[in-house]
């Protein structure tokens, strides 16, 4: 089991993304990463990216349904 699937949804009003991503025991720039994907909708505050609760919510529900999974890819061989 990954840190991601424990991390739990506390109450509070907004989580910067950097906090979020060392809860979730995942990188900075994988953060960054699923936002582009639009997998995590965050908010700009004063230049830095916020999550808000309804976001956390709505990115777990689709983690958990496996809406973001793929299949791993193997790298090619080179030549």
């Known amino acids: 089991m990954n840190a ?3 991390f739990k949804i506390e109450s509070r009003p907004i989580l910067s ?4 991503c060392q809860q979730a025991g995942t990188s900075d720039i994988t953060g960054w990463r ?3 994907k639009g997998w995590l909708v965050a908010v700009n505050i004063a230049g830095r990216p916020y999550l808000t609760d309804k976001a956390l ?3 777990m529900r689709r983690v958990e349904a496996g809406e973001v999974a793929r299949e791993p890819r193997v790298p090619g061989r080179k030549s």
Do not use: P
């Open 17 to 20: 993304l950097h906090k979020f």
């Open 34 to 36: 699923w936002r582009c």
């Open 57 to 59: 919510a709505d990115f």
């Open 4 to 6: 991601l699937s424990e």
